[in-house]
């Protein structure tokens, strides 16, 4: 997809002068230099401290800071929808750790997007960690893994604004929003399933979408996100910087 694409973006990036969506350097949406800094990142693990109750093993290509911070935000709340692929290019290195690939047990892979609620798609227009999801599943085709991507999981109450609440109190507003669609149970038989998402802070969201698939008979190996948050909660008031910025945790 991408070397199809790339001639048309460079045609755009011509036309339309625009600047890089990660650091701000004339020309392009995004630099050589952001670029290669993506190109770089590596899944690694994390643990948000303390970590949430059922929360599976986390990690991450990159800290949420600098370019990567400024690029994810770029695609998620502003529409930069030719960052997918690489984002999804790093969030894929999380997806190999995460499975301990190249040999996932069981069938083939499926990776699960952590849902963005309904008014969040209708405010942004589109949902970013499933687009995500699928661009790290076509690099991971790419390199000969064999998976698919499943939007299996659906909010099935409202919850309060997380930003402003300790941990312990982000857990509690999650628990039980999530639920896997009922016609989705018999994808999840024997097949490992990685939950994705763009970003992990506390946990709360990641811990909630694995009781949820877990409830539903999943066996959910890890999660894998393209950043993760420096800051390591303990206690304190969530919201300052560095946090999770917008309404979902
Ligand atoms: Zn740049």
């Known amino acids: 997809m991408e070397s199809a694409t790339r ?3 460079a045609l755009l990036d011509l036309l339309l ?8 350097a004339a020309r392009s949406q995004l630099c050589s230099g952001c670029r290669t800094a993506l190109a770089r990142a ?3 693990p994390v643990r948000p401290d303390p970590p949430p109750p059922g929360l599976p093993p986390v990690f991450a290509a990159a800290e949420y800071a600098g370019p990567v911070r400024a690029l994810l935000l770029a695609h998620k709340e502003r529409g930069a929808l030719r960052l997918a692929a690489p984002l999804g290019a790093a969030l894929a290195t999380a997806v190999r750790a995460a499975a301990g690939l190249p040999a996932p047990a069981g069938g083939p892979l499926l990776l699960v997007p952590v849902p963005s609620t309904r ?3 209708r ?4 949902d970013p960690v499933q687009r995500l999801a699928r661009a790290a599943l076509r690099q991971l085709r790419r390199e000969g893994l064999h998976g698919r991507t499943a939007p299996l999981l659906r909010p099935v109450r409202a919850v309060a604004d997380q930003s402003g609440l300790t941990a312990p109190e982000r857990w509690r507003n999650l628990t039980g929003a999530l639920a896997v669609r009922p016609s989705a149970a018999p994808l999840l038989h024997r097949r490992p399933v990685v939950l994705v998402d763009d970003l992990v802070t506390t946990g709360a969201s990641l ?3 694995a009781r949820a698939l877990a409830a539903a008979g999943a066996e959910v190996v890890a999660a894998a996100t393209v950043a993760a948050t420096a800051r390591r909660d303990r206690g304190r008031r969530a919201g300052g910087p560095g946090a999770r910025t917008g309404p979902t945790p």
């Open 7 to 9: 001639p048309l973006d």
């Open 17 to 24: 002068p625009t600047r890089c969506a990660g650091c701000g």
């Open 42 to 44: 590596t899944g690694h």
């Open 119 to 121: 008014r969040a798609v």
């Open 123 to 126: 405010a942004r227009g589109h």
């Open 207 to 209: 811990a909630e979408a």
